[in-house]
T-cell receptor, first 115, second 116 residues
Framework: DTGVSQDPRHKITKRGQNVTFRCDPI?????LYWYRQTLGQGPEFLTY????????KSRLLSDRFSAERPKGSFSTLEIQRTEQGDSAMYLC?????????????FGQGTRLTVV | AQSVTQPDIHITVSEGASLELRCNYS??????LFWYVQSPGQGLQLLLK??????LVQGIKGFEAEFKRSQSSFNLRKPSVHWSDAAEYFC??????????????FGAGTQVVVTP
């Protein structure tokens, strides 16, 4: 068990560019969550998946954001036409599926800087 | 509206002294409660969690937390801090009686500085 892995760890992009982040959850974890954390704030929930199904999306997830988990394993989060306000740490977490009451395990995050 | 409040943005404590971090929540029902710690540039590590049962919860690294339903609080404590405890601490709540343990609402965090 290598934990939740996120790639890249850091990304600097120019405003207007598209970026994509990857998250590999703990193997056999059915649930996968994305959060955004801005400087000085706690993480904010963006969306989560049960296997390949995206079950919930926060209002924070604007039309420029899209998340996928095509085979129920790794997930990608894409931001189109990035804005300076998108600069943040993007955290991924995973947890076992329904009926297993335990916490979510977080990755180390991808820090995005939009210049 | 649901909310999680950590009243102290920043706490400075001497090494060896005790530490208490406050967390209050506003929720429709008693939520599941968590404390996470985050070191600079790192992800979140779970310190402890409360789902039900004994209201005094023991966690890792010598931390404990007490759930007080009447006060809607879940304060974190450590009797004697170590320099390695310097980090940011987040209280979080999750919806009860569902399977979405990972869908959490976090407080804004408390930055802990440990002095020699």
């Amino acid at each position: 068990d290598t934990g939740v892995s996120q790639d890249p760890r850091h990304k600097i992009t120019k405003r207007g560019q598209n970026v994509t982040f990857r998250c590999d959850p703990i193997s056999e974890h059915n649930r996968l969550y994305w959060y955004r954390q801005t400087l000085g704030q706690g993480p904010e929930f963006l969306t989560y998946f049960q296997n390949e199904a995206q079950l919930e999306k926060s209002r924070l997830l604007s039309d420029r954001f899209s998340a996928e988990r095509p085979k129920g394993s790794f997930s990608t989060l894409e931001i189109q036409r990035t804005e300076q306000g998108d600069s943040a740490m993007y955290l991924c977490a995973s947890s076992p599926g329904a009926g297993v009451r335990t916490e979510a395990f977080f990755g180390q995050g991808t820090r995005l800087t939009v210049v | 509206a649901q909310s999680v409040t950590q009243p102290d943005i920043h706490i400075t404590v001497s090494e060896g002294a005790s530490l208490e971090l406050r967390c209050n929540y506003s929720y429709g029902a008693t939520p599941y409660l968590f404390w996470y710690v985050q070191s600079p540039g790192q992800g979140l590590q779970l310190l402890l969690k409360y789902f039900s049962g004994d209201t005094l919860v023991q966690g890792i690294k010598g931390f404990e937390a007490e759930f007080k339903r009447s006060q809607s609080s879940f304060n974190l404590r450590k009797p004697s801090v170590h320099w390695s405890d310097a980090a940011e601490y987040f209280c979080a709540v999750g919806p009860p009686a569902t399977d979405s343990w990972g869908k959490l609402q976090f407080g804004a965090g408390t930055q802990v500085v440990v002095t020699p």
